[in-house]
């Protein structure tokens, strides 16, 4: 842990040492097939396992990441893409000495948070946003 929190600037530069980053080897417009580097092979072979066990999980955030990256991806980018968002989870665990808090399967779609950040997202780009509530019977 203090190797972790002394040596990297970043969930980033972690993620690229456990060898979790996403590859994108793009010219000219066209997209080449990339690999993931072979980083720390035992911190990587540990996450994607707890990566793999959380897909299996009912109704949490991590398995509803898992499943809608799965579906366009395949399953094993999904174990990758799984385990880079489990390791940065847990650095900013460790960064803010906060407890891990579950979302839930429809995280991206509870209401609160959801109105909410598309209201930031169109105020930003200039507009005047106004909520009005509709009740349906």
């Not at 509870?110 to 507009?127: H, L, N, P, R």
Request: aromatic share 10%.
């Amino acid at each position: 842990m203090a190797e972790i929190m002394s040596c990297f600037g970043g969930d980033p530069q972690l993620a690229a040492w456990a060898g979790l980053s996403p590859g994108n080897n793009e010219s000219a417009g066209k997209k080449k097939s990339s690999k993931i580097a072979k980083g720390n092979k035992s911190l990587k072979a540990v996450l994607c396992q707890a990566a793999w066990a959380a897909s299996k999980s009912k109704g949490t955030r991590l398995a509803s990441f898992f499943y809608r990256i799965q579906k366009r991806r395949g399953q094993k980018k999904a174990t990758i893409a799984t385990a880079h968002l489990i390791l940065r989870m847990i650095y900013r665990m460790l960064k803010d000495k906060i407890p891990y808090r579950e979302a839930g399967w429809d995280y991206l779609t509870s209401s609160t948070s959801s109105v909410e950040y598309w209201i930031k997202k169109i105020e930003a780009q200039g507009f005047t946003v106004k909520v009005e509530s509709t009740e349906v019977f």
